[in-house]
Structures are given as C-alpha cells and as structure tokens.
C-alpha cells in the first residue's frame, strides 16, 4: 500500500478502519472543547466541528460505514414493496476514485463536474463526509485540498472566494434542500455549474426525485451522462443496500456476544429488519434500529415509511419527556412536544432555512408561538434526532425527519392550520401515502410543484362529514384526452365508433362503494339495507342498489360534506378505468383472471364479490374497476356512439337515447376475463337491482 503522502487515491475501503481509529482521540478533544491544540490538530479540530453542525457527527459515521454500490440506471427508490432491479453496479469508491484521479484540467463542458443522486436516507451525504474526512486526516496528496458545503444562500460567494481552486476538489451537498433551487432548479444548476467550472473536480449531490428532466440525445451521450445546455456531466445513482451490506452493518453496529444465550436482542433486530421488507436498505434508517427497537409497536409488524418514522419519532420524544418530568417541574405534555416540532418543521420548511437561530427562535416564541419556548429543554445530543450546532442553531438530523413531521400535520391536522406555502418534496408525498388519506382542501393548500395536474396514485383524499369524520376514499382523476370505445375489428358494434374525448379533472372513488359506507348512509336516512348474498358487508362492494339509491346516496353526501358527489359519465368512466393506457385490458392486450374477480378468479372469493381492494390497482390507484361488480354511471343506454358527447358530458335521451335503461360498465364476478375490457358496455333498467351490480362516485373538483 502507498504511503499516505503519495497515494492518488481520494477514499479507500482499506483506510475505514484507521481513519475511524484515528478519529476517536479528535472525538474526545472535541467533546473537552480545549482552547488549546497545536495548529495541524486545531485546523482538523476546526474542520470536524463545522462537519458535525452541518451534516451530523462524522465519528460515528466512519465507525459504522459500509461502502455503497452505485450505478449509473435510476434504481427506482420509490419501490419499497419488491426488491430493487438488478442492474450493473459498480463499488463507489472505485467509481468516485476513477473520476477525481482523471488527468482531464478543468474545462467549461462538464466533464469534470458530477451529479451524485439518490433517494431520501440512501447515503448521498455520508459518501461525501467520507470523502472530506479522507481529506482532512491527511489520506489525500498535499497537493488537493477540499470544500464540502451544504447548498444555499452562501454558496457562491463561498466558492468564488477560495483560493486555489485548480487543485480542490468541491463537494456540494443537497441540491433539493437548496432554497434558491427551489422552483428554479435548471437555472441554479447552470449557475453552479458555471462558478465552478475552474475547480479540479465537483460533485453535486441531489434527490433523484428533485434532479430536473434534463436534454438526452443517445447519439451523443454514453450511459451515466446528463446535458444541461452545453455541460454534458458524468451521473451517478447511489444504490440501496443490498442484503449483505444490511448484514455488514448490522454485524458492526450490533455485534453479537460470545454468549449465545444473550442473543436476544439480535433475535429482535432481525425480526424488525424483516418487517421493514425494502426500507431496510435505507442506511438512514437502519442507524435509528434501536430507538425502534424501543418501542413495543416495533414487534410484528410490516412497515411503510410513514408508519417507521412514527415510532422513530414518537419513541426519541418519549425520551424526552421522561427526561423532562425529571428536570421540570411543569413539563410539556407529548401532544405540545409534537406541536413544537411540527411548528419548527413548518417553518423551516416554509422559509427555506436549514437552521432554526436562536434569535429567530426567541422573536417566534415571544410573538406567535410560545409553546416554542419548550424547545430550549430538548437535549440535543447524538442519539437525538434534533440537534444543534455550535451556535446554538437547531436542525433536525436528517431532512426526512422535517418533512415527515409536515405529513403527519397534514394527515392528522386541519386544513386551515397547514400553511399553502407547503412545498410538496418526493419524499413527503411518499409520507402521504397512507391508507388513511388526506383532506381534499390541501389540494389547492400545498404547493404541489410538477406533480400538479399528474396521477398521484397512492394518495387517497377524502371530504370530512358533518360529524367531522372522513368520508369515501377517493382518487384524484387529471385532466385529458383519451380514444374511446373499440376500434374496428374489436370489441363489439355498441363501442363503435371509436372517437377521441376531452376529459376535465374530477375525482373518483378509490373503490366502488361498500356496504360499510352505504349501511352509515341508510341508518342515518332510515332507508332499507341492501342485500349482501351473506357473503360479507363491511368492505365488500354494495350490490342490490338501484340506479335511484345510487343518486339517493351522492345526494346524502354531497350534503353531509358540502361538496358535489354524482355517478360518473360513461365517459368518466372509461377514461379512469383506461388510466391512459390503450390496451383493451388496462394491464396489456390479453385478458387475464390475476387483476380483477371474475368467473376464474384463483381465490377463496370464487363465485361471489370480493372484499375491496383485494386484487392490484389500475394506474390512477383505482381498485376494482373491472369485475367484481359493474358499476352505473349516470348515462342513458345508445346502442353505438354515433353522436356521443366529445367533452365528458353524460349523454342523455338526445339521439335516441334510452333513459329507462342506464349504462353500467366494468363486468362483474361472474363473467368470463375477456369481458374484463375497459371499453365493454352494458346496460340495466332503472328499476332493476341484483347481486352483480354496484356503483362507484364522482366528486367535482
């Protein structure tokens, strides 16, 4: 091996050790707080604080690092219910080495500078920490030096300002926390790009979710390059742990005692790494293992993000008011301490800062919200997950702890009481995916960003009763065109002529209405209950409804929430079952019993509805739009589409329509899979009801 004051390499998974080695006397110099060091260890000693009240503590760090695989195909790191594609990966360190030892002098085309993406606690910002500690303990040349800044208000003039730019390497972290990039993303990334075009080597890190669509011509670019207008970059996507680098740092974080009849509390780690299914690749989140462990609702249990981050959360505030009734004599309750944190969340957020001030927190305190004055006895320490830096400033340890605490303001808050300033991230629509849903007023109260006016298919909204209990599950539907009907040649006469329609945004149900919701509806209007078959109520499809009761109950509810519920158009229909897909099925071209309850169907509910929910959703997040049960909409029966509405209008008795007979479609339990085609029509009188059809919703938006 090199000695250290020749080696060309920038990071080494042969330096982990010493380099954590060598940092533990630093830790405990750190922790004295001495105003005495020699130079070299003061500019180290220097150098480490600044890292620890920017990014979090880099003792730990070295001591637990695993060295992540990159790649350069987006891992999709959204998908937490399967495990991660294979793609070609390649081990980080290499590829990071590769780039920075490049003989290639800065130039203005971007060669030099790289893209780092990653999602949400996958390690963007612990790589580049390793980088700059390799560099300060002196495992790097003389000759290179290093920045590591956060992105933000400073940067530039930071960047212009430091000399020797030639042979530094520069290290920019968190592009999509960067407040200047916010809604103006392309045009930031063109201006750091530009101020630091005379650097050795730039790494920017970001979200996946974040980075901007960018200009891709694949004769020009290789695999792993981005354009923005004349730089063409080299890009990276960090990967998710695998199941061996899980088990690599469990065996480091958690090291099993020689005695086997002490391996109780590793049984619980892997119980709890279990449950976790694909967020155990996270590494954020498999450092907070044990505040987990600590809670009792950690055992059994299948995760989501949103669920994790609430026992997270809820069991380090726990702590803390333990703490606090020792040392107070009137100490907050749990409900304010969640308040404090969710009041300096939405502020951050709000404002665009990193850092809560201590004078910024006074003047809150003092003019809008006293019950901050509570945040001054939070301990602030490693195992917390709000910390504090040299000066006093709060920050929460990582940036999905502030937009975690936002969503569980929005999913269990009032809509008047969340600001519309709100910035919708990647990863806190990803909090929002929660079975319960959200309020349907922080459609116009959140930023929504480029979400706006695109499916958003895992998140459910709901109107609030007048007894202020959420009603239907509902999804929202974007606005669009779409073919149809049938072409020639398939289908049958009644879809034809095949024609194009213009469709306004709605939303429709999330599943067609159940026996629970239309029991509450009959019990509060003293109508008679539908007949269930005595195959089950609750979350099984109503069925034996009139296309009457169907209007009787949008009716109901549009008065119980103030908003306007209806049976949707045939059109309507058509459009959210297709999703915008162009397929006869909605999951391709053949039929299939794997997608929806039909006459085939291989499940215990064979020859009969199934509850809902029970089979995969289309691409809006609608669940059982075929079979299971057809569904009214509010049209009167044609025969064909000649002279049909073209703008998502219901079509009524005009061109002979038939309004004693209305339209219902979307099949039904006891058809065949080929009759599962989003564009198969059906009709039933008006006065007629029985054990294959139901009805689903339309609210306006």
Not at 509 to 537: L, M, N, Q, S
Request: charged share 25%; glycine share 6%.
């Amino acid at each position: 091996m090199e000695s250290l004051s020749t080696s060309r390499s920038f990071i080494s998974i042969d330096w982990l050790k010493p380099l954590a080695k060598a940092l533990v006397p630093l830790a405990k110099e750190l922790s004295r707080n001495r105003e005495e060091h020699h130079q070299g260890q003061e500019q180290r000693l220097l150098e480490l604080r600044k890292i620890d009240n920017l990014f979090g503590s880099p003792f730990d760090l070295a001591k637990y690092y695993i060295q992540p695989y990159c790649q350069q195909q987006n891992p999709a790191e959204y998908v937490i219910d399967r495990p991660v594609t294979m793609v070609t990966k390649a081990l980080a360190f290499s590829t990071i080495n590769a780039f920075l030892k490049g003989d290639l002098p800065p130039t203005h085309d971007g060669s030099h500078q790289m893209f780092l993406l990653a999602g949400s606690g996958i390690g963007k910002t612990s790589l580049l920490m390793m980088l700059k500690l390799s560099q300060i303990m002196g495992y790097w040349s003389q000759e290179y030096d290093c920045l590591f800044l956060k992105l933000g208000k400073d940067t530039l003039e930071t960047m212009r300002n430091h000399p020797n730019q030639t042979n530094t390497i520069l290290l920019l972290d968190a592009l999509d926390e960067d407040p200047i990039a916010w809604n103006n993303v392309r045009e930031r990334l063109l201006e750091l790009l530009e101020a630091s075009a005379s650097y050795r080597r730039v790494i920017i890190s970001c979200r996946t979710g974040f980075f901007p669509e960018t200009v891709r011509d694949s004769s020009a670019l290789s695999p792993g390059q981005v354009q923005f207008e004349s730089y063409t970059c080299p890009l990276i996507f960090l990967s998710p742990f695998n199941d061996d680098q899980v088990h690599q740092y469990l065996a480091k974080r958690f090291p099993k005692p020689l005695r086997l009849f002490s391996n109780s509390k590793h049984k619980k780690i892997e119980d709890l790494i279990s449950g976790m299914q694909a967020l155990r690749f996270r590494p954020f989140l498999l450092a907070h293992l044990e505040d987990v462990l600590k809670s009792k609702a950690s055992k059994n249990r299948m995760w989501n993000p949103y669920s994790f981050y609430l026992i997270l959360i809820r069991g380090w505030l726990s702590q803390e008011e333990e703490k606090l009734r020792k040392e107070l004599e009137s100490p907050p309750t749990m409900k304010a301490m969640w308040q404090v944190c969710i009041t300096v969340a939405t502020y951050l957020q709000r404002e665009g800062e990193h850092f809560l001030t201590h004078a910024t927190l006074d003047q809150l305190a003092r003019d809008d919200f006293p019950i901050l004055a509570n945040l001054e006895h939070f301990e602030a320490g490693i195992r917390s997950l709000l910390n504090r830096n040299a000066n006093g400033d709060f920050h929460f340890a990582h940036y999905s702890i502030q937009e975690f605490l936002l969503a569980f303001h929005i999913v269990n808050g009032k809509p008047d009481n969340v600001s519309e300033h709100i910035r919708v991230t990647d990863q806190l629509l990803e909090f929002l995916h929660v079975p319960s849903g959200i309020d349907f007023a922080f459609l116009d109260r959140l930023h929504w960003g480029k979400r706006s006016g695109m499916p958003m298919p895992k998140l459910h909204f709901y109107d609030r009763l007048s007894n202020d209990e959420p009603g239907p599950a509902m999804q929202f539907i974007p606005a669009g065109e779409f073919s149809m009907g049938s072409p020639e040649g398939e289908g049958n006469k009644a879809e034809y002529p095949q024609h194009r329609v213009h469709i306004d945004a709605f939303a429709l149900g999330t599943w067609p209405v159940t026996f629970e919701e239309y029991d509450y509806f009959c019990e509060a209007t003293g109508r008679k209950k539908a007949d269930d078959c005595g195959w089950g109520r609750e979350r099984y499809p109503v069925q034996h409804v009139f296309w009457q009761d169907a209007l009787a109950y949008c009716t109901w509810l549009s008065k119980k929430t103030g908003a306007k519920y209806r049976l949707p158009s045939e059109a309507e229909w058509e459009y959210a079952a297709r999703a915008g897909t162009e397929t006869p099925y909605w999951w391709g071209n053949e039929p299939s019993n794997r997608y929806a309850n039909c006459n085939t169907s291989v499940s215990k509910w064979k020859g009969q509805t199934s509850p809902v929910g029970a089979f995969p959703p289309n691409p809006f997040g609608l669940y059982d739009m075929v079979g299971n049960l057809w569904e009214w909409t509010s049209d009167c029966w044609h025969k064909d589409y000649r002279g049909a509405p073209i703008d998502g209008s219901p079509w009524g008795k005009e061109d002979d329509g038939n309004c004693s007979r209305r339209v219902f479609r979307g099949s039904s339990w006891n058809l065949d899979p080929k009759n599962l085609r989003s564009a198969l029509r059906g009709w039933g009188t008006t006065s007629g009801a029985n054990s294959y059809i139901g009805f689903r919703i339309v609210r306006e938006l």
